[in-house]
């Protein structure tokens, strides 16, 4: 397991507002239920002493999305990547999760790569990826 060092973490994820499929929203709820569960989180992950920088792509706007996310991935200085089921589980955006991926693996060819289960799963993603507890 590869630690903390930098007390910090990029999650990308979908931002809530967007168009999903009826089968997304039976398992994550409303949008507002979403942006709860997501807050929720990241205020879970702050307790712990750990900074999520949390990155919302707008998958109707990719190429300015993800220059924004190039960015952020260049900054460095992360002990996890983390990309959420909302950008992996819509089979429309298979494309975008694989640029997604492969951003991650040719600018921080080192940093681990962590996929949550939901809108409220990073601070466990971030335990199991990382080996540390997040109470």
């Known amino acids: 397991m590869a630690g903390i060092t930098h007390n910090r973490v990029l999650l990308i ?29 990241k205020a879970r992950i702050q307790r ?3 900074t999520p920088v949390m990155f919302l792509l707008n998958p109707l706007e990719q190429e300015k999305g993800l220059k ?24 429309e955006y298979t494309g975008l999760f694989e640029t997604i991926v492969n951003m991650c693996r040719k600018i921080q060819p080192t940093v681990p790569l962590m996929f949550n289960d939901g809108p409220d799963g990073s601070a466990t993603t971030i335990e199991r990826v990382l080996g540390v507890h997040i109470p």
């Not at 931002?15 to 929720?40: C, H, N, V, W």
């Not at 991935?73 to 819509?90: H, K, P």
């Open 13 to 41: 994820g979908f931002q809530s507002t967007i168009s999903m499929p009826q089968y997304f929203r039976e398992l994550f709820g409303t949008t507002d239920e979403i942006r709860a569960k997501l807050a929720i989180d």
């Open 48 to 50: 712990a002493g750990i």
């Open 68 to 91: 924004d996310l190039e960015g952020l991935i260049r900054e460095g200085n992360y002990d996890a990547i983390g990309i959420g089921a909302g950008v992996r589980l819509q089979p």
